[in-house]
């Protein structure tokens, strides 16, 4: 099946700093989503974006499907930023449309 | 609010017995998703269904099984506990099986 790679595992940011995170799949898509798992456990959708750019306040992410990857983008990051980043594919299959799932990053912003 | 509804919150139950958790789809989404995110595994596809129907399965036991209702909601069955388990149950709908994934709450699992 599809493999989903994130990078990096952790990241620990001061306040303020802005972070990068990457997201390769090993085969072609037709969308992709990014989530945030926040401490609570809860699962936050942030972006579905099967290509191109798209941005919601100082979040952003770039999905390059011919290259099979995608990169979220953090600016001026807030300790409630904290939690985990997930990146999730479809795995298609008639009308199933599970998601795979990355093993995420980490991220924890310190004040 | 993501609009997926999951009870209970959390659970806590001894090895051996048999727990039911509950998932209402977002208004209008067909299709429903039953994910385990366990520490070791991470999140694991298990079951999907759409409008009544199982479409697809993952990794699930044989002693979990699931199903949907006439009214779309679909609840997951889950029988001789063991210690391993202990999870964090998550349910997902979409329209059609297509498109955007929301995700409940999660149903925090402890089995001791």
């Known amino acids: 099946g599809i493999q989903v790679e994130q990078s990096p595992p952790d990241l620990i940011l001061q306040e303020g700093a802005n972070s990068t995170l990457r997201c390769n799949f090993s085969d072609s898509v037709n969308n992709l989503q990014w989530f945030h798992q926040n401490p609570w456990g ?8 099967p290509s191109g750019t798209k941005q ?14 995608s990169l979220l983008y953090i600016s001026s990051s807030q300790t409630t930023d904290s939690g985990v980043y997930f990146c999730a594919v479809p795995v298609s299959s008639g009308s199933a ?8 990053t980490q991220l924890t912003v310190l004040p | 609010d993501s609009g997926v509804t999951q009870t209970p919150k959390h659970l806590i139950t001894a090895t051996g017995q048999r727990v039911t958790l509950r998932c209402s789809p977002r ?6 998703y039953w994910y385990q995110q366990s520490l070791d595994q991470g999140l694991q596809f298990l079951i999907q269904y759409y409008n009544g129907e199982e479409r697809a399965k993952g990794n699930i036991l044989e002693r979990f099984s ?4 006439p009214d779309l909601h679909s609840e997951l069955n889950l029988s001789s506990l063991e210690l391993g388990d202990s999870a964090l149950y998550f349910c ?3 329209t059609r099986g297509e498109g955007e994934a929301f995700f409940g709450q999660g149903t925090r699992l402890t089995v001791v």
Not at chain 1, 56 to 69: D, F, I, K, P, Q
Not at chain 1, 97 to 104: A, D, E, H, K, P
Not at chain 2, 27 to 32: A, C, F, R, T, W
Not at chain 2, 66 to 69: M, P, T
């Open chain 1, 97 to 104: 449309r599970q998601l795979t799932f990355g093993s995420g």
């Open chain 2, 66 to 69: 699931a199903q949907q209702f």
């Open chain 2, 92 to 94: 997902a709908s979409s």
């Open chain 1, 56 to 69: 919601n306040g100082r979040l952003s992410a770039t999905t390059v499907a011919t290259e099979r990857y």
């Open chain 1, 42 to 49: 809860q699962l936050i959708n942030l972006f579905y974006i």
């Open chain 2, 27 to 32: 208004s209008g989404d067909l299709s429903v």
